[in-house]
């Protein structure tokens, strides 16, 4: 079974600040990590996904993520916030050769002052 | 492409009264997932499918039935609706016939408020 923990239910950073948005996951073999993002009264879309090959994975808006196996990790980050990246950030894991049922986390609020 | 569609958007509901949510997606994807957003929960699975004509349980599938009669739509039905039920609904689809690797795809959303 996989699981995954956001750190953090809300994060608050200045405009142009970095952003930082933790996620580690729990899983016994080789996972798939997704970041949503989910704008106010809006639906979830997806930030961006690792599957394999290249650990650094860019997304829209500006953001990227590391997968880092040794820390069981998978952290968003933006090198610098702007007022509508202001959303809710869930991090998400699937296993690979399971069915398609993703693990979500808790998910993060990320808020951005002027 | 309309992606995934909801309907409806908002509704109230009284306690024991039933309702029935669509969701419709027209990717021609195989999955669809029924989730509930509560604060402090983030989301949970209530019930899945992997193709026509197949349902599953999820999470939290206690309260509520589905039906995926054609490979376009999931239903959501709440048959006796409790204030417990009181959420935000998704619903969403993944080609998840190719892998698991694919990123789900989600509708706008339904809040409901059982009173």
């Known amino acids: 079974a996989q699981s995954v923990t956001q750190l953090g239910s809300h994060v608050s950073v200045s405009e142009g600040a970095l952003v930082l948005l933790r996620c580690n996951y729990s899983s016994s073999v080789p996972p798939y990590l997704f970041w949503y993002v989910q704008y106010p009264n809006q639906g979830l879309q997806l930030l961006l996904k690792?599957?394999?090959?290249?650990?650094l994975v860019k997304g829209i808006n500006g953001f990227e993520a590391e997968f880092k196996k040794s820390e069981t990790s998978f952290h968003l980050t933006k090198p610098s916030a702007h007022m509508s990246d202001a959303a809710e950030y869930f991090c998400?894991?699937?296993?690979?050769?399971?069915?398609?049922?993703?693990?979500f986390g808790r998910g993060t609020s990320l808020i951005v002052h002027p | 492409n309309a992606g995934v569609t909801q309907t409806p958007k908002f509704r109230v509901l009284k306690t024991g009264q039933s309702m029935t949510l669509l969701c419709a997606q027209d990717m021609n994807h195989e999955y669809m997932y029924w989730y509930r957003q509560d604060p402090g929960m983030g989301l949970r699975l209530i019930h899945y499918?992997?193709?026509?004509?197949?349902?599953a349980k999820g999470e939290v599938p206690d309260g509520y039935n589905v039906s995926r009669l054609k490979k376009q739509n999931f239903l959501l039905g709440l048959e006796s609706a409790a204030p417990s039920q009181t959420s935000v609904y998704f619903c969403a689809s993944t080609n998840g016939a190719a892998s698991s690797y694919n990123e789900q795809f989600f509708g706008p959303g339904t809040r409901l408020t059982v009173l």
């Open positions: 690792y599957t394999t090959g290249a650990t």
């Open positions: 998400a894991v699937s296993v690979r050769g399971g069915s398609y049922i993703p693990t």
């Open positions: 499918s992997v193709g026509e004509g197949t349902t």
